[in-house]
Nanobody, 127 residues
Framework: EVQLVESGGGLVQAGGSLILSCAASGIAFDDYAIGWFRQAPGKKREGVACINRGDHSTFYADSVKDRFTISSDNAKNTVYLQIDSLKPEDTAVYYC????????????????????WGQGTQVTVSS
């Protein structure tokens, strides 16, 4: 059974930084990518970053690429999302998800391409 467990969310002040973790288990795909999404209140879920497990290629949404950093520790089966210079508009539930296969260079996969999802972790940024 595939399990993705996000952690690291919380209440932070604007301008601060946060590192979210996504611990994965039970993934039987030969190659896969882990993506991070967020959903703000009243808005659609949007993809923000993705990393290929194999070559650690990374992909970002244009709106966050200057402040978000995705990384992975394959030995721990954990993917991280560091968010710097937090803004109130970063307030959202952040989800990780796994995609069977690898993301294509220069292309951030869409939500429907992912196979399994975590339950999310809440990030609230105060002004």
């Amino acid at each position: 059974e595939v399990q993705l467990v996000e952690s690291g969310g919380g209440l932070v002040q604007a301008g601060g930084s946060l590192i979210l973790s996504c611990a994965a288990s039970g993934i039987a795909f030969d190659d896969y990518a882990i993506g991070w999404f967020r959903q703000a209140p009243g808005k659609k879920r949007e993809g923000v970053a993705c990393i290929n497990r194999g070559d650690h290629s990374t992909f970002y949404a244009d709106s966050v690429k200057d402040r978000f950093t995705i990384s992975s520790d394959n030995a721990k089966n954990t993917v991280y999302l560091q968010i710097d210079s937090l803004k109130p508009e970063d307030t959202a539930v952040y989800y990780c998800a796994v995609l069977n296969g690898e993301a294509i260079p220069g292309y951030l996969p869409y939500e429907y391409e992912y196979d399994y999802w975590g339950q999310g972790t809440q990030v609230t940024v105060s002004s």
